[in-house]
């Protein structure tokens, strides 16, 4: 049989591809190509992303650390300790960026919930 069209239908592509719940890639469904870390996935809606970015108690001029990657959905920036450290168990093989937390939130990242925990502990100890 030759085809005359070079167009796709959308049965073609829906038995083709398959979407990640995850993350919102695509990707072939036999070939079992995509491997999502969906540890760096939002579930945030944007109303509450703002009201996280807005809750920040600690300064804007601060350095924070987010997570230096081209695929995903990470949303979350990280305190650090004096030696540049996150203060979370963060676990990433991709390397972290460094920039001030308003630049963070310029950019819609929200505040890492667990960082921010303890760091207060800290304080409060202190």
Same mark, same amino acid.
Not at 39 to 48: A, G, V
Not at 53 to 57: F, H, L, Q, V
Not at 102 to 118: H, S, V
């Given at each position: 049989?030759? @085809? *005359? /069209?070079? /167009?796709?239908?959308? &049965?073609e592509? &829906?038995?083709?591809?398959?979407?990640?719940? #995850?993350? +919102?890639?695509? #990707?072939?469904?036999?070939?079992?190509s995509?491997y999502?870390?969906?540890?760096? *996935? /939002? /579930?945030? *809606? %944007?109303?509450?992303?703002? =009201?996280r970015?807005? +809750?920040?108690?600690y300064?804007g001029d601060?350095?924070? #650390?987010?997570? %230096? =990657?081209?695929? +995903?959905?990470?949303?979350?920036?990280? &305190? !650090?300790?004096?030696?540049?450290?996150?203060?979370c168990t !963060?676990?990433? %093989?991709?390397?972290?960026?460094y920039? *001030?937390r308003?630049?963070?939130?310029?950019? =819609?990242? #929200?505040?890492?919930? !667990?960082? =921010?925990?303890?760091r207060q502990?800290?304080?409060?100890? @202190?």
């Open positions: 049989m030759t @085809r *005359t /069209s070079t /167009s796709i239908t959308a &049965e592509i &829906e038995n083709t591809f398959e979407r990640c719940p #995850a993350c +919102g890639t695509y #990707a072939v469904k036999i070939t079992d995509h999502c870390d969906n540890r760096f *996935t /939002s /579930s945030l *809606t %944007d109303t509450e992303r703002n =009201q970015i807005a +809750g920040d108690p300064p601060e350095t924070v #650390a987010i997570v %230096d =990657q081209f695929v +995903g959905d990470a949303f979350a920036y990280h &305190e !650090l300790d004096a030696d540049n450290h996150t203060l !963060l676990h990433t %093989d991709n390397p972290l960026a920039c *001030t308003t630049e963070a939130q310029d950019d =819609q990242y #929200a505040p890492c919930q !667990l960082c =921010q925990r303890l502990k800290r304080e409060a100890e @202190r």
